[in-house]
Structure formats: structure tokens, C-alpha cells
């Protein structure tokens, strides 16, 4: 049996023209990275699908794990290739069948016949190979709706294609596909979620973190680095601009009110990244901030934040509610790495009361008395820029 290829059924059915073959691009690309270790593998990509190939069973189940990492890809299947003759499909489909555990599972066939010159129409050919299956294996129990083997043969024209199997995939669109942004990332548990969502989207990111040593420690840093190292996981690399931001946060508690003091340090984080994504070509800046879940996080506070800058500012969790939020932490591998106990620079300077309603004029009031602009710009200068990845995390190791 030619049991070495796997099906790949895209997201976003509804794309047209030049934007699905952007997709398809850019999807190719990003599954030939996630699988760099196969070496055998081969790719062919068609408008709707795509298909992988490799000589070798463990690189196949090597494939298996590693695809629903991959967004883009809606589901997939291992298939086994046939000639398009009745008695080539039954054989193969005995042999797919035979190669799953059969014992009092449910069962079905689904035939689509794209080659309409195939003689037997949809509903003869299901009917032929569901008796044949049976009588190969009695043990199978038919089930109509959601059974647990789906034997799934598609008849083309020169070949046709079975499996057993539909694997789920990550679903969205393909890392890149949509542009690069520039992510926020503070180290709690909200900007790592946001970033994913992203990038669910396509979008690719470097990220900023803002630290305030001697105030952040070290490992405050690392904590951030290993995020960032999580995020890497599904599908592209992410360079981290780590902005020294003590001088700038003494002079926000020096000048303004500590009511208005979080207002004052947000919008200076928003105009120290607006500058880095200028510098690195990005076109929008993600937060990972939700409609009330803290005072600077209201509707006016976002306002007063908003007034810095004009880029479109991406907040994906903005209708979230905490508990979907940590869920999805959960399910990426964040969470135990944002739970880490390290303070964040926010949390040290952070004012006993701020308020939910900063006025404007106010806030720009403070600001006046101190030259802001000259410390964004320094800031912005004395960014320290890495690329955390796999390789440096076992250098990291070594050194403990
Ligand atoms: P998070 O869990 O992402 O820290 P949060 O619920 O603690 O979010 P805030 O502290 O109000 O909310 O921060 C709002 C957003 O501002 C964060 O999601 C992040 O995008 C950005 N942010 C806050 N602190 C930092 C930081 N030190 N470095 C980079 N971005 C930050
Ligand atoms: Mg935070």
C-alpha cells in the first residue's frame, strides 16, 4: 500500500484571487519551517489543498504531531493513493481499515466522486464498500452520525484517495499572511494570549517589554524571553526589543499625581513602541488589554492612552473575560510561564488608587513639566534587541 501522504485542507474557504494565493504561499512556507526536521519530505500545493510526501512512517507520524501547531490548515488526513478502479479502492480501503483498531468502534463511508466518469455513481460505491469492509471486519459497528472511523474515498480523475482519519487543525491564517505588528509583552498572563490570537490571525510580531531594573529582576527578563520562546512554537520567529524604562518611570512618580500616574506610564510605553514599529517596518501595535479589568483599561483611560498615536492599536481580548483569557493560556503553555512570581515594572510603580476616568487636559498638564519627549527618545535608543529561541534556552540551561 502507498501509505506516505498526507492531505491538508485549508482554513478560510472564502478567500479569492490574489489573497488565497497569498494564503497558499504563505502556508507552504510556513509548514516547510515547522517540518525542517523531515528530511525527506516533498510538498505539492494546490489552490485548495496541499499535499505532503515522505518515504519514511516515522517522518509521517513526525508530520502528525507537529501540523495542528501550524495555522493556516483546517484539517488533515494520512491518504493512501490508488488507481481509480473499483477493485484497486476496495483493496486499499481493507488496507487503511486494517490499519486502525477495529474492535467495537462505530463506522461509515463517504464517497465523493469528482471524476464523474467513474462507473458507479456516490450512493452504489458506498453501499459496495461499506458490505465489503463489513464483511472483512464484523467487528464494526455502522453509525450514521459521527462514527469513529470515517472511511473517506475520493475518486479523482487518474487516482483516488482514501483515509481514516481526519485530524483537527489549528484553523486561522497562515503566520505572516497578514502583515507584521509589533506586541506588547509584559510578562503577565493577558499580552502572551493576545499575540497568539494574532498570530491566529496572520499576523507576525516582534515584541517590546519594558523593564525597570533594578526594580525588575533578572529573571523577570528570562520569564519574558520564555514567553517569547512559547509564542515561537507556532510558526514564526519573534524578535524581542527589551526597552530600559527605570529613568522614565522615576520621572512619571517625580512630575504626576499617582492617581494619574498609570495613565501617564501607558502612554509613554505606546509612544516608545509606536517609535520601535516605525523603525522595524510594522504597521500595528497589540496590547493584551480587556474592556474594564483595571482602572487603566476603561474606555476613558484607552482614550487618553489612544491620543499618542495614530496606528492602529490591535487588542484581541478586549471582550474577553478573565477566565476564557487564562483557558486559552492553558491550552498554548503560557500560563505557567506568566504565573512565574517575578514583579513586572507596572506592579512596583503601580499607585494605590488610579483613576478610571483620567481627564486629558490634566494628564498633559503633568507631562508638561518634564521633557518626555527626550526620554522616549533615549529609551527607544538604548533598546537592547534579542531573538530567544530554542538553542539559546539550552545555551541558558547550560549555564545553571
Ligand atoms: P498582562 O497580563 O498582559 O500584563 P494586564 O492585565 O496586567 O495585562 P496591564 O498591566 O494594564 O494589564 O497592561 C495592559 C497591557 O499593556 C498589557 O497587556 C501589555 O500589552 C502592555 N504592558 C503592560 N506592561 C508592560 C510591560 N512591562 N512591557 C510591555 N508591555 C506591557
Ligand atoms: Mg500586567
Redesign the pocket.
Known amino acids: 500500500m502507498n501509505w506516505n501522504t498526507i492531505l491538508i485542507r485549508y482554513g478560510e474557504m472564502s478567500l479569492k484571487g490574489k489573497n488565497k494565493s497569498k494564503f497558499v504561499r504563505k502556508l507552504k512556507e510556513n509548514i516547510k519551517a515547522a517540518l525542517q526536521e523531515l528530511t525527506t519530505l516533498t510538498m505539492r500545493a494546490e489552490r485548495d489543498r496541499m499535499f505532503l510526501y515522505t518515504e519514511r512512517p516515522e517522518e509521517l507520524i513526525r508530520a502528525i504531531e507537529i501540523l495542528p501547531t501550524v495555522f493556516g490548515i483546517q484539517s488533515f488526513s494520512p491518504i493512501a493513493i490508488c488507481e481509480p478502479t473499483l477493485e484497486a479502492i476496495k483493496q486499499t480501503s481493507l488496507d487503511v481499515i486494517g490499519n486502525t483498531e477495529t474492535e467495537g468502534k462505530t463506522f461509515k463511508v463517504e464517497v465523493k466522486r469528482t471524476d464523474k466518469t467513474f462507473p458507479l455513481v456516490t450512493g452504489e460505491l458506498q453501499q459496495e464498500l461499506g458490505g465489503h469492509v463489513l464483511r472483512a471486519f464484523p467487528e464494526l459497528i455502522v453509525k450514521m452520525k459521527k462514527p469513529e472511523i470515517l472511511l473517506y474515498v475520493e475518486i479523482q480523475r487518474g487516482a483516488a484517495y482514501i483515509s481514516s482519519h481526519i485530524y483537527k487543525g489549528a484553523g486561522g491564517m497562515p503566520v505572516g499572511s497578514n502583515g507584521h505588528s509589533l506586541?506588547?509583552?509584559?510578562?503577565?498572563?493577558?499580552?502572551?494570549v493576545?499575540g497568539y490570537l494574532m498570530m491566529k490571525r496572520g499576523v507576525s510580531f516582534d515584541a517590546?517589554?519594558?523593564?525597570s531594573p533594578p526594580f525588575t529582576s533578572d529573571l523577570a527578563k528570562q520569564k519574558v524571553e520564555d514567553i517569547v520562546r512559547q509564542l515561537t512554537k507556532f510558526g514564526a520567529t519573534i524578535r524581542l526589543h527589551v526597552?530600559p524604562?527605570t529613568e522614565l518611570q522615576q520621572a512619571i512618580v517625580k512630575q504626576v499625581p499617582s492617581n494619574l500616574s498609570m495613565t501617564t506610564t501607558?502612554r509613554m510605553?505606546m509612544q516608545i513602541?509606536d517609535r520601535v514599529r516605525e523603525e522595524i517596518h510594522a504597521l500595528g501595535l497589540?496590547?493584551?488589554?480587556?474592556l474594564g479589568?483595571?482602572a487603566?483599561?476603561t474606555l476613558e483611560s484607552l482614550t487618553a492612552i489612544n491620543e499618542v498615536t495614530s496606528t492602529p492599536v490591535l487588542r484581541p481580548?478586549v471582550a474577553m473575560d478573565k477566565l476564557e483569557i487564562i483557558q486559552i493560556a492553558e491550552t498554548i503553555g503560557t500560563y505557567p510561564i506568566?504565573i512565574r512570581p517575578y514583579e513586572?515594572?507596572?506592579t512596583i510603580f503601580a499607585p494605590s488608587s488610579a483613576k478610571t476616568k483620567p481627564q486629558l487636559e490634566k494628564v498633559r498638564y503633568y507631562e508638561s513639566f518634564e521633557n518626555f519627549e527626550a526620554m522616549v527618545e533615549e529609551a527607544v535608543n538604548k533598546r537592547i534587541t534579542i531573538i530567544p529561541s530554542e538553542q539559546n534556552e539550552e545555551e541558558f540551561n547550560d549555564l545553571l
Open positions: 506586541l506588547l509583552l509584559s510578562g503577565g498572563i493577558d499580552s502572551p493576545a517590546i517589554h519594558f523593564a526597552i524604562f501607558r510605553m513602541a497589540i496590547t493584551g488589554e480587556s479589568q483595571v487603566s483599561q481580548l506568566s513586572d515594572c507596572c
